[in-house]
């Protein structure tokens, strides 16, 4: 069955540092995928998405390219802030279902 | 507008007693979906609607959990004979259910807490 890779958490950073959160997935078609961003305290929000191989994602400073020949979707960010601190979530959405396959989440710490 | 709401934000139960989780999702938006957050199994996919209909239940962990939609547009989840182990943050999330259109939207999610 699909399944989403993510690296262990917490990450900590101090601001201004190059964040790369890796993200590899398992899946039979052809996915969609995506980084979902939970701030504290608040629901999941859409971060970037990339529909096919090669495509990149980008938004508020992050970027993630969809690599089909290493099966991942890293996300990178190249100065990060402390309102980044968040709990990030890699997801794929499989070709002919509609649900979304989480990754465990990877928190992220930034420190001022 | 308005986004998804979710109610209760926080139910707490007693272990054996039925809860009903309410979704109202955004307007005009034909797919509901439920998924659900715990500390042990992380992000799980429950239920997928495209207007009332469920072509997609098998996320549901057992034959106490149930949802049904009406109307194309308010989704309630049905917990029976609550367990322990259901206490998690459950959450809905809509999508106008285009096929070009992936993104889905999530609501606040309700907190159970079965004592």
């Known amino acids: 069955g699909d399944s989403v890779t993510q690296m262990e958490g917490p990450v900590t950073l101090s601001e201004e540092a190059f964040l790369t959160i890796n993200c590899t997935y398992t899946a039979t078609g052809y996915p969609s995928l995506f980084w979902y961003v939970q701030y504290p305290g608040e629901g999941l929000q859409l971060l970037l998405k990339a529909t096919k191989a090669d495509d990149k994602g980008s938004n508020k400073g992050f970027e993630a390219t969809y690599r089909k020949e290493t099966t991942s979707f890293h996300l990178e960010k190249g100065s990060v802030q402390v309102s980044d601190s968040a709990v990030y979530f890699c997801?794929?959405?499989?070709?002919?279902?509609?649900?979304?396959?989480f990754g465990s989440g990877t928190r992220l710490q930034v420190q001022p | 507008g308005a986004g998804v709401s979710q109610s209760p934000s926080n139910k707490v139960t007693e272990k054996g007693k039925d809860v009903e989780l309410r979704c109202d999702p955004i307007s005009g938006h034909t797919a509901l979906y439920w998924y659900r957050q715990s500390l042990g199994q992380g992000l799980e996919f429950l239920i997928y609607f495209q207007g009332n209909s469920a072509p997609d239940k098998s996320g549901l962990p057992s034959d106490r959990f149930s949802a049904e939609r009406t109307g194309g547009s308010v989704s309630t989840l049905t917990i029976q004979r609550t367990q322990q182990e259901d206490s998690a943050v459950y959450l809905c999330a809509s999508s106008p259910g285009q096929l070009s259109s992936y993104e889905q939207y999530f609501g606040p999610g309700t907190r159970l807490t079965v004592t």
């Open positions: 997801a794929l959405e499989d070709t002919g279902r509609r649900a979304l396959t």
